[in-house]
């Protein structure tokens, strides 16, 4: 188990925060605090997301060691709640610590890895850790194709599940981090199923991959 992870905290419905959420909350590493601030940084890549659920932005910026494929500097700007302050200045710890992190194992880090170093985030507020690690996929993305790799961009996923509604995975992924547990209470936020049944096996197995993926539970 990973130091100061708390299980019964991450996923639930209590308004836990851990010392560490709190740390980073009130004292931000790699934060900028004005506009100018961010513009000066030599970026190689940014990334910016809004969120679905909140409306709230999140701005991220990364400088690259070409040589060693690594994070060098990984920086941000938010207009979000505390929880999105302090995951995402955990964030750009985890990335630049121990010589930087491989740009392909960035593109991998998850939510629950942030949560897990922060011990724990309320469940209605893991919503606002994504913003973090989806802004620095699209940062690295920015960096890959300013550069030309192009092979390495990753697209998030968008592909159309429901085919009489145009509901993508990305739609899944937004009701259950916004707290949808089941099958039901998903459909009722987003009508999926409702005319294509054909798709309703895949719409369950992406729940449970998205509730293991955000959650760690099926
Ligand atoms: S980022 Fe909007 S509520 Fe946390």
């Not at 959420?21 to 990334?47: L, Y």
């Not at 998850?110 to 985030?121: H, S």
């Not at 989806?134 to 192009?150: C, H, M, P, T, V």
Request: hydrophobic letters at 35%; proline letters at 3%; a positive charge.
């Amino acid at each position: 188990m990973k130091q100061g992870f708390r299980p019964d905290v991450v996923g639930s419905g209590g308004w836990f925060y851990s010392e560490k959420v709190k740390d980073h909350f009130f004292n931000p590493r790699n934060i900028f605090k004005t506009k100018e601030e961010a513009k000066k940084f030599k970026a190689d890549g940014i990334g910016a997301v809004g969120s679905p659920q909140c409306g709230d932005v999140m701005e991220l910026r990364i400088k690259v060691d070409k040589k060693k494929d690594r994070i060098k500097e990984c920086k941000f700007r938010t207009f979000g709640c505390a929880s999105a302050i302090a995951s995402t200045s955990m964030l750009t710890v985890m990335v630049t610590e121990k010589g930087g992190m491989k740009l392909e194992d960035a593109m991998k880090l998850k939510p629950k890895d942030i949560m897990g170093r922060l011990g724990g985030l309320p469940e209605r507020k893991v919503h606002c850790s994504v913003l973090g690690d989806k802004a620095l996929r699209e940062a690295i993305n920015d960096y890959f194709r300013k550069s030309g790799q192009f092979e390495r961009v990753k697209e998030e996923g968008t592909k159309i599940i429901d085919k009489a509604l145009k509901i993508t995975g990305k739609d899944i992924e937004d009701a259950v981090l916004e707290g949808a547990k089941g099958f039901e209470e998903v459909q009722k936020m987003t009508k999926v199923g409702i005319k294509d049944k054909n798709c309703i096996p895949e719409v369950k197995r992406l729940i449970r991959h998205y509730r293991a993926k955000h959650f760690g539970k099926s």
